[in-house]
């Protein structure tokens, strides 16, 4: 309010300002003052256009200036929350940088500043493209890798025909103030979402705060409480480091390695790449944690899935309408390049995240637990010994789900409460046979069953199309 009443009054002076110029004007010409000397190089009208735009700059440093330090101010007394964004500010840590993409020169630049993303709200029905999620660049060992923020936010679910819910509905958001449960509602009315604890409430009734930013590892969330997560902008790639040469793994010889005993290889997460392919997911996921363990790398799980895919749905993403399929038969990240494969994106734009429809099947790190293993779910385990617990215990690098979950799923995950939206495949995890983890998005030649919403039992061996994505916990 204060800062409309500002430029309300520099507008008004700005009249005021006009008026008194033609006066004078008038008058000078009525003196004798020819148009060369009003309007000459030197001219008085020439001196008076360059001190007015000398003033303009002035002002419009003052102002950024001024929004700045409101926005830290904000962020500072709210855990985070920038009120003049409406949502967290992205958390940065070593080695990242927030960026945004220069249209002429066609690359990333460096912006640390509030002005880097704008998370807004499509209108009616319409496809939104004019959400721009906050964009990241880490650099590792010379290698630069993109990430995106989703910020901590509750959803409600309304379906459009609650008898069937495969026939879709809205997902709407409400972004979380810090790491509370607050938000404003459309009346400015400060609300608390509920909070699940079981995993099965009923999301069309009330707004619950996504499991994926809360301390509850047993629905998918962290050991503390997030102000968001930062996700992979693209499935991850494996890259020479002595020149960020993409390795393409087309065997399990190239594939299947752990960096530890490869040190000259490293991830990326880059445009243009052939993913990292036919790897266990057990190694998939020891390389996701020794990524950037400073900054809580690890492998992507089902609940963190579940929040890019509801807010990718939502009014801050594309509003209901579903993201186009990446069918590169080679596995390519964000297939032509990041600005003609705009409508792959959760945004519509290039600061959304990437193929997530279609490209690689991503291995998530969640698995289905039974008390009594059988032969199919030994021979299946053994692939994902690096991270599956024993005793079926989740942690907040894995998600376990108890064999009575097939029917239920948890809330926020992406499935069960999304079943077949967008006619998306749909197979639960199952003791029954070997795919007892989950894959998601879909493979390039999967056309209408692949998408955000698609989920499939997973045997996390080595495979020609699974991959995997990087998520950030800071």
Known sequence: MKRNKRILKRKEKGITLIALVITIIVLLILAGVSIAMLTGENGILTQAKRAKEETER????????????????SQATNGGYVESKGVNAPVLKDGMELVTYNEETKNW??????????????????????????????????????????????????YNNPDNISEGGTIDVKFLIGTTDQYYDENG????????????????S??????????????????????GIWVGKYESSLVDKSDNSNIVTNDDTTGNILLSENTDKAIAVQPDMSSWRYCTIGNFYTNAISYAENLNSHMLKNSEWGAVAYLTHSQYGRNGHEIDINDNSSFITADEGIEASKTQSSTGNIYGIYDLSGGGYEKVCAYIYVDSPNSFYNSSIINGEAFVDEHGKSTEFATAYPEETITSGYL?????????WNKDSNQFVTPKDVNVFFGRGGNYNDDDVAGIFMYCGNGGKTVNYNTFRICLTI
């Open 58 to 73: 002035a002002q419009e440093e003052e102002e950024n200036i001024l929004n700045s330090y409101e926005d830290y101010l």
């Open 412 to 420: 926020g995950d992406a499935t069960i409460e999304t079943k077949a």
């Open 206 to 227: 009330d707004y619950y705060v996504h499991p994926a930013f809360t301390n509850n590892v047993d629905l998918g969330g962290w050991r503390n409480e997030l102000t």
């Open 189 to 204: 009315k400060l609300q608390t979402a509920k909070r699940a604890t079981t995993g099965h409430e009923d999301t069309t």
């Open 109 to 158: 630049e460096t912006n640390n500043s509030s002005s880097a993303y704008d998370y807004i709200a499509g209108e009616g029905t319409e496809d939104n493209n004019l959400s721009r999620w906050a964009n990241a660049k880490l650099t590792i060992d010379g290698v630069d890798s993109y990430f995106v923020w989703i910020p901590r936010y509750a959803y409600k679910i309304t």
